[in-house]
């Protein structure tokens, strides 16, 4: 079955750390670009961070830029958002999509991050 699934997510106090993991089945992501995407209640759906399918091409939101790092490995069908120095605002539920030329776009489920002291 073809499905991405995301893990990682938790409470964590500002200026902690979570590192985001998310995992394909069914499918090879070597061919495809990754993002991270997130959502808080009431707002809608925003990139985050996303990663070309070499892993050499990375971009991220204004916002996460020099606190999160998008990274991939290929051997395993995973892409990672290692997310640092967090920020109560960066809670929301975050989703990864795969996403390649002439080929059907995938979304994860989600993985609530709550930044709260």
């Known amino acids: 079955q073809v499905r991405l699934v995301e893990s990682g997510g938790g409470l964590v106090h500002p200026g902690g750390s979570l590192k985001l993991s998310c995992t394909a089945y069914?499918?090879?992501?070597?061919?495809?670009?990754m993002s991270w995407y997130r959502q808080a209640p009431g707002e809608e759906r925003e990139l985050v961070a996303e990663?070309?399918?070499?892993?050499?091409?990375?971009d991220s939101a204004d916002q996460v830029k020099g606190r999160f790092t998008i990274f991939r490995d290929n051997a395993k069908n995973t892409v990672y958002l290692q997310m640092n120095s967090l920020k109560p605002e960066d809670t929301a539920l975050y989703f990864c999509?795969?996403?390649?030329?002439?080929?059907?776009?995938?979304w994860g489920q989600g993985t609530q991050v709550t930044v709260s002291s």
């Open positions: 999509k795969a996403r390649g030329a002439g080929r059907p776009t995938y």
């Open positions: 069914g499918f090879t992501i070597s061919r495809y670009s």
């Open positions: 990663i070309g399918s070499a892993g050499g091409t990375t």
